[in-house]
């Protein structure tokens, strides 16, 4: 059994603050809009590169968009 931890994220609060849609944003950081709602949705393990390609679009450090939780989740 894998463990990892659970990483939380403000994506949909900084999309919001920055006036872009689920779409705009998708556009801008190279996924589909359902990416985006999925990562809005849940903790998910996004990648390291779509991570900081989000937080480069919302102009926010990575750290401020997503949260190492600390609680590990099995898959």
């Avoid at 994506?11 to 809009?33: D, H, I, P």
């Avoid at 590169?49 to 968009?65: Q, T, Y």
């Amino acid at each position: 059994m894998k463990s990892r931890y659970v990483v939380e994220n403000n994506v949909r609060k900084y999309r919001l603050e920055a006036g872009k849609t689920q779409t705009a944003l998708a556009a801008e950081v190279g996924v589909s809009r359902q990416t985006i709602i999925t990562i809005e949705q849940r903790p998910v393990d996004a990648s390291l590169s779509l991570g900081l390609r989000i937080a480069r679009a919302l102009a926010r450090p990575v750290e401020e968009v997503f949260l190492l939780d600390g609680k590990f989740g099995g898959k």
